[in-house]
């Protein structure tokens, strides 16, 4: 059974810092393409960042040189690393493993807010 399970959201202010994390089981996560996807209140869900199984990165245009996605593959877990955060960053975010086959995971909750 494959499971991702993210942890790491929470309340920041804006200019703030956070480390999003995401762990996965029943899966090699080296084989596969891992990424980072969100979605605000009313709005659709949408790539942030993805890490192919080759190491190649891609990022959305609002969040590059801002957010960092590295993998562990070690571990099995995928990062996101957001810096310089802006209130319109607010949404939960959600890991992706894809391999033809597409996993989700439930979702972490990110508010930017002073």
């Known amino acids: 059974q494959v499971q991702l399970v993210e942890s790491g959201g929470g309340l920041v202010q804006p200019g703030g810092s956070l480390r999003l994390s995401c762990a996965a089981s029943?899966?090699?996560?080296?084989?596969?393409?891992m990424g980072w996807y969100r979605q605000a209140p009313g709005k659709q869900r949408e790539l942030v960042a993805v890490?192919?199984?080759?190491?190649?990165?891609n990022y959305a245009a609002s969040v590059k040189g801002r957010f960092t996605i590295s993998r562990d593959n070690a571990k099995n877990t995928v990062y996101l690393q957001m810096d310089s955060l802006k209130p319109e960053d607010t949404a939960v975010y959600y890991c992706?493993?894809?391999?033809?086959?597409?996993?989700w995971g439930q979702g972490t909750q990110v508010i930017v807010s002073s």
């Open positions: 890490s192919s199984k080759v190491g190649s990165t």
């Open positions: 029943g899966i090699i996560s080296r084989i596969y393409s």
């Open positions: 992706n493993a894809e391999r033809g086959e597409v996993y």
